[in-house]
Nanobody, 115 residues
Framework: QVQLAESGGGLVQAGGSLGLSCAAS????????MGWYRQAPGKQRELVAR???????TYADSVKGRFTISKDNAKNTVFLQMNSLKPEDTAVYYC?????????WGRGTQVTVSS
């Protein structure tokens, strides 16, 4: 089993910055990708950013140029730096890790951007 521990998030004004981190622990021998999804009230969960084991990154169009995902391989931790935040970024952010055919999820952390 793999456990994901998220930290960060909170309340920030529009234009501000926040950082999220997600530490993976447990029976982690290999993984394909780690990253973040988010879900706003009444909306479907959407991919925000992901980073593969080869450090290739993917971003949602809505966050390109504002968010940066990175990974500390030694600590099995992924970071999401969010800059120039907008009210529409308000959502619960979920960390995930995909290992072969299994996907693990964190509990989620709230990000609220006030206008």
């Amino acid at each position: 089993q793999v456990q994901l521990a998220e930290s960060g998030g909170g309340l920030v004004q529009a234009g501000g910055s926040l950082g999220l981190s997600c530490a993976a622990s447990g029976s982690l021998s290999t993984f394909n990708a780690m990253g973040w999804y988010r879900q706003a009230p009444g909306k479907q969960r959407e991919l925000v950013a992901r980073i593969t084991s080869g450090l290739s990154t993917t971003y949602a169009d809505s966050v390109k140029g504002r968010f940066t995902i990175s990974k500390d391989n030694a600590k099995n931790t992924v970071f999401l730096q969010m800059n120039s935040l907008k009210p529409e970024d308000t959502a619960v952010y979920y960390c995930y890790l995909r290992a072969m055919i299994v996907t693990y999820w964190g509990r989620g952390t709230q990000v609220t951007v006030s206008s």
